[in-house]
């Protein structure tokens, strides 16, 4: 089975550009999705497909991809963008989603 | 704007079975660019992958959990259901109801819409 990895924890000034990166074997195949998680919320899916947006998410929010890295850039951190972040990918078929472990943002 | 909710037991003893519904409205549950799919996480702990189902039924399971779950779908109610049997104590954890995109030519995607989640705790 895959696996995707993350750091546990990324810490930022506010201003600064975070980067959090994932980690899995299975990412030159399949596409990566982060999700964002505050507090006593339901996850918000903040990148599609490796780089893109949905509507209503801060043009901060960016993603990449390469090998068997993806990567959540987040431009210009604020306050507000402490959080846990999650990746998420699929098998090969796609019908089996696997989750990242989870990284805990902190805006120092 | 599509909604999630979550119901069910907050406590339920170990051994027994976990069930859960979750009821969609304000979009269409019958769509074939939707799956549907339940998620798990622990107190103070990352996401898990149940299951998902598709409208005409179909199912997959994660293989770690595959021989204890039921997830399926009634699309007159719009509900999707999980039941989780045998439950311990390592069950106890809020449980998410998440709609699951398919892009087509085989590309399923993200999770893009969630419920609130419901926590559950196994106890006795």
Not at chain 2, 96 to 122: E, P
Request: glycine share 12%.
């Amino acid at each position: 089975s895959y696996e995707l990895t993350q750091p546990p924890s990324v810490s930022v000034s506010p201003g600064q550009t975070a980067r959090i990166t994932c980690f899995g074997d299975i990412l030159p195949k399949q596409y990566a999705y982060w999700y964002q998680q505050k507090p006593g919320q339901a996850p918000l899916l903040i990148i599609y497909k490796d780089i893109q947006r949905p509507s209503g998410i801060p043009e901060r929010f960016s993603g990449s991809s390469s090998g068997t890295t993806a990567t959540l850039t987040i431009s210009g951190v604020q306050a507000e963008d402490e959080a846990d972040y999650y990746c998420q990918s699929a098998d090969n078929s796609g019908l089996y989603p696997m989750f990242g472990g989870g990284t805990n943002l902190t805006v120092l | 704007q599509l909604q999630l909710q979550e119901s069910g037991p907050g406590l339920v003893r170990p051994s027994e079975t976990l069930s859960l519904t979750c009821t969609v409205s304000g979009g269409s549950i019958s769509s074939s660019s939707y799956y549907w799919g339940w998620i798990r996480q622990p107190p103070g702990k990352g996401l898990e992958w149940i299951g998902n189902v598709f409208h005409t039924g179909s199912t997959y399971y994660n293989p770690s959990l595959k021989s204890r779950v039921t997830v399926s779908v009634d699309t007159p109610k719009k509900q999707v259901s999980l039941r989780l049997n045998s439950v311990t104590a390592a069950d106890t954890a809020v449980y998410y109801c998440a709609r699951r995109y398919y892009y087509g030519s085989g590309i399923i995607g993200g999770f893009d819409y969630w419920g609130q989640g419901t926590l559950v705790t196994v106890s006795s």
